[in-house]
């Protein structure tokens, strides 16, 4: 139900930006969140935004690196990656909450996209 674009490989300190869309979805007033899931390792919460761009949350492996933001009203959720690291390869997702306020938990996010491969190489 949502599609992640923009992955691909770049070279560590490159930068990359992801966008989340919904072609048959609509997600303006849902709580949008990125997640990423790396090889032999549990997906992880990496940003989160409100329905409005008002509020948002990002983990402490990529805070002051990444920027989740999201065009009002319909447009999509994107989110900039700066300063890529090698441990930040992984598949990256994006998922709309059933909330419109910022949510950090993973189960309380019940509409989720195909992902995308970021790969970055050291």
């Known amino acids: 139900q949502l599609q992640a674009s923009g992955g691909g490989l770049v070279q560590a300190g490159g930068s990359l930006r992801l966008s989340c869309t919904a072609p048959r979805y609509t997600f303006s007033n849902n709580g949008v969140g990125w997640f990423r899931q790396a090889p032999g390792k549990e997906r992880e919460i990496v940003a989160a935004i409100n329905w409005n761009g008002g509020s948002t949350y990002y983990s402490d492996s990529v805070k002051g690196r990444f920027t989740i933001s999201r065009d009002r009203p319909k447009g999509p959720v994107y989110l900039q990656m700066n300063s890529l690291k090698s441990e930040d390869t992984a598949v990256y997702y994006c998922?709309?909450?059933?909330?419109?306020?910022?949510?950090?938990?993973?189960?309380?996010?019940?509409?989720w996209g195909q992902g995308t491969q970021v790969t970055v190489s050291s």
């Open positions: 998922a709309a909450a059933r909330s419109s306020a910022l949510v950090t938990t993973g189960s309380l996010y019940n509409h």
